[in-house]
């Protein structure tokens, strides 16, 4: 099939576009590099030393026999040239990546919210618009968030996108119907991702559109079979307080020495999902496209596992000897959260998931080891603060590196 996959430098998106490519789709990139530059903007780099896009091509060429296309482009600002392409290659699959995807960037100061509400929400309209407009057939497979669902402890397991209501007519007959289910998000980055779905929604009934959302919950692990591959190949890996994710961040704390950090209480419970089982799922998407429903959009939760984050800590920890230490919470989330959530969708296309050991924790740490003379000690500290009074509380049990200047960020305020 030939696939394109918008955001194809990141985290996710390179190991995806290796794997869609080792399983003998044709597959062109699109980025506008800005993840690169937000590195620059948060003086924190990956911590894994990651290649520029034109040797990470050249690599997987050399490697594999395959090419791979790259095309540099801002999907929320290049309206047209995104048309063109789209028209140019009229492509099988869009796999989406390309957006801001940290919640505590998001909450760094006004500008920061106003970048991500106008990259995302844009971008994710661009490439809509651009389907319906010159490749209606196109399967649009999106990267969206568990965090849409919210994070209240609810008696039951999580649906897949859907809920179906009852309630009284007028004549107190009761009626059913199903409902997106509501979203509660807990950062401006998860509301981007919870305007997408109604997005999807509307061009999926107007113009006939298909589209898959995955409901992916955090990610962990760096590489993947295809990135290991090559020096040059090597997957990016964020540690820092605002793109590092929590369990990557205990890993790479743990390899150098610094304590666990864990938020308020450690109560909360989150969904994760290794990173090989990542692109295995979008592969699973990718290559499902012909089982979508008329007209409605096609969610399907991305996790494997459920884990409260203080249990985290206490595993690494126990694997590793590292200290913990809680800090003040800088988010606005509940103490503590239970969570369940069905993915029986991805189960029943083939996924076989990765469960968290012991061993695939130290292989970790053992990586982050390797690369621990590139970590920024003062890049790890969680600064981005949901309110003030997080601040104020934050303030009195560790130094306030305040969030940047609201001017000079890196995507640009529009
Ligand atoms: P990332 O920041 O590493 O990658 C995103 C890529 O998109 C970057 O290469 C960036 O340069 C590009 N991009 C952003 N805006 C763009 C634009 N306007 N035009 C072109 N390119 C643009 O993030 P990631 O971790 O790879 O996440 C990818 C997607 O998966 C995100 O949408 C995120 O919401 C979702 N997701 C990630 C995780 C996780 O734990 N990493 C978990 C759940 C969902
Ligand atoms: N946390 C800590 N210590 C840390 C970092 C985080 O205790 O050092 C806590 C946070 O307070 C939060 C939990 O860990 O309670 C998860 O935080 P996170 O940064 O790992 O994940 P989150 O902000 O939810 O975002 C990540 C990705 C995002 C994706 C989301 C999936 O950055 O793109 O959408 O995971 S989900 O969590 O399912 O919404």
């Known amino acids: 099939m030939r696939v394109m996959v918008l955001g194809g430098d ?19 990139i699109v980025d506008n590099l800005v993840r690169r530059r937000i590195d620059d903007e ?5 911590l894994t030393p990651i290649a520029t896009p034109a ?25 047209h040239a995104l048309t063109e392409l789209l028209a140019d290659e009229r492509p099988d699959a869009v796999v989406h990546f390309a957006e801001q995807r940290a919640a505590p960037y998001s909450m760094k100061s006004p500008a920061h919210k106003r970048y991500t509400v106008d990259n995302n929400v844009t971008a994710t309209h661009n490439v809509l618009v651009a389907l319906a407009a010159v490749s209606p057939g196109t399967h649009l497979v999106h990267l969206g968030t568990m965090g849409v669902y919210g994070y209240e402890s609810v008696p039951a397991d999580l649906p897949e996108g859907y809920l179906t209501v009852t309630y009284p007519d007028r004549e107190g007959r009761p009626r059913s119907r199903e409902i997106l289910y509501p ?42 079979p295809q990135t290991g591959r090559d020096p040059r190949l090597i997957n990016r890996f964020d540690y820092d307080g605002d793109f590092g994710t929590v369990l990557n961040r205990f890993l790479v704390e743990a390899a150098i020495g610094h304590p666990l950090t864990v938020h308020g209480t450690g109560g909360q419970t989150r969904a994760f999902i290794n990173i090989n089982d990542t692109v295995e799922c979008i592969r699973l998407a990718v290559e499902s496209g012909d089982r979508l429903d008329d007209g409605r959009v096609r969610v399907m939760n991305q996790l494997t596992q459920t884990h409260r984050v203080s249990d985290l800590a206490g595993l690494v920890s126990s694997a590793t000897g590292a200290a913990i230490v809680r800090v003040a919470n800088p988010r606005d989330e509940a103490d503590e959260n239970a969570l369940a959530a069905r993915n029986d969708q991805l189960l029943g296309l083939g996924l076989d998931p990765i469960l968290l050991t012991e061993d695939l924790l130290l292989a970790e740490v053992g990586l982050a080891r390797r690369y621990a003379d590139r970590v920024r000690r003062s890049a790890i500290p969680a600064v981005s603060y949901w309110n003030d009074s997080r601040r104020t509380a934050a303030a009195t049990t560790e130094p306030d590196h305040s969030a940047p200047a609201a001017s000079d960020i890196a995507g640009g305020a529009r």
């Open 42 to 46: 948060l003086g924190a780099g990956s």
């Open 183 to 224: 979203t509660r998000p807990g950062s401006v980055y998860h509301l981007t991702k919870s305007l997408d779905q109604l997005l999807f929604a509307f061009y999926a009934r107007n113009d006939g559109l298909h589209v898959t959302d995955l409901h992916q919950g955090i990610v962990w692990g760096t590489q993947t």
């Open 10 to 28: 990141g985290f996710c998106g390179w190991p995806t576009a290796l794997h869609l490519s080792a399983h003998g789709h044709d597959v062109t």
């Open 55 to 79: 040797e990470r091509l050249a690599a997987w060429h050399e490697v594999s026999g395959n090419p791979l296309g790259f095309v540099e482009l801002d999907v929320a600002a290049d309206y």
